[in-house]
């Protein structure tokens, strides 16, 4: 069974550095998130991505965080300058259109564990 | 806005007892509602979706509108459904946010031999 598919699991990173999160979705989906947990909390949303474009964001989701779909099968997350507060659990999920038989439900990746120091 | 209340963070029963982990919504439209499933290190996955009223692994849950609930049951629980329960909320088809989900806090619910 197809599964979404996320790297690295886990990154330990200098506050102020880059950081890149990747996600590969399931290959006929065409609506992609990215979701966060920080430790203790719940799942929250960060931003959704349709059409080569990202269709809605949450008020987290501020200038330090962009994502891109560059070769039509990774979906990346990156933080420009990680701060302290960004250190959580960010989940990539995947959803299919309804049109093409799809239905509300998301598929996530395991998740990417991210520690900033 | 959209909103979900799991008012339990722990919950925790006998094997064999029934259990029911308690979901409240607040949106204002028609929502679509979900339980997802986090069994220790993996990752999350779909229970059950209301509009298709299946019964996964012995869970049933039903809608209702007028409590805008969304509560998780089984009558009869066992040592393999302890897990983080996560309820969460679509906007639904004629909702406008490309299906973004909204997450309770989540239920951990240990079922004890």
């Known amino acids: 069974e197809p599964e979404v598919t996320q790297t690295p699991s886990h990154q330990v990173t200098q506050m102020g550095q880059e950081v890149i999160l990747r996600c590969v979705p399931i290959s006929n989906h065409l609506y992609f998130y990215w979701y966060r947990q920080i430790l203790g909390q719940k799942v929250e949303f960060l931003v959704s991505?349709?059409?080569?474009?990202?269709?809605?964001k949450s008020e987290i989701f501020d200038d330090q965080f962009s994502v891109e779909r560059p070769d039509g099968s990774n979906f990346t997350l990156k933080i420009r300058s990680t701060k302290l507060e960004d250190s959580a659990m960010y989940f990539c999920?995947?959803?299919?259109?309804?049109?093409?038989?799809?239905?509300?439900?998301?598929?996530f990746g395991e998740g990417s564990r991210l520690t900033v120091l | 806005a959209q909103r979900v209340t799991q008012p339990e963070k722990l919950l925790s029963v006998f094997k064999g007892a029934p259990v029911e982990l308690k979901c409240n919504y607040s949106y204002s439209g028609s929502p679509e509602l979900f339980w997802y499933v986090q069994y220790s290190r993996q990752r999350l996955q779909l229970l059950l979706r209301h509009i298709s009223r299946e019964s996964i692994k012995g869970f049933t849950a039903d809608l209702n509108k007028g409590e805008t609930s969304f509560h998780l049951k089984k009558p009869f629980a066992q040592e393999e459904d302890s897990a983080m329960y996560y309820c969460?909320?679509?906007?639904?088809?004629?909702?406008?946010?490309?299906?973004?989900?909204?997450f309770g806090q989540g239920t951990i619910l240990t079922v004890h031999p």
């Open positions: 999920a995947s959803k299919r259109a309804r049109l093409a038989g799809g239905t509300g439900e998301l598929f």
């Open positions: 991505f349709y059409n080569n474009e990202i269709s809605e």
């Open positions: 969460a909320l679509s906007a639904g088809a004629g909702g406008t946010s490309y299906g973004k989900l909204t």
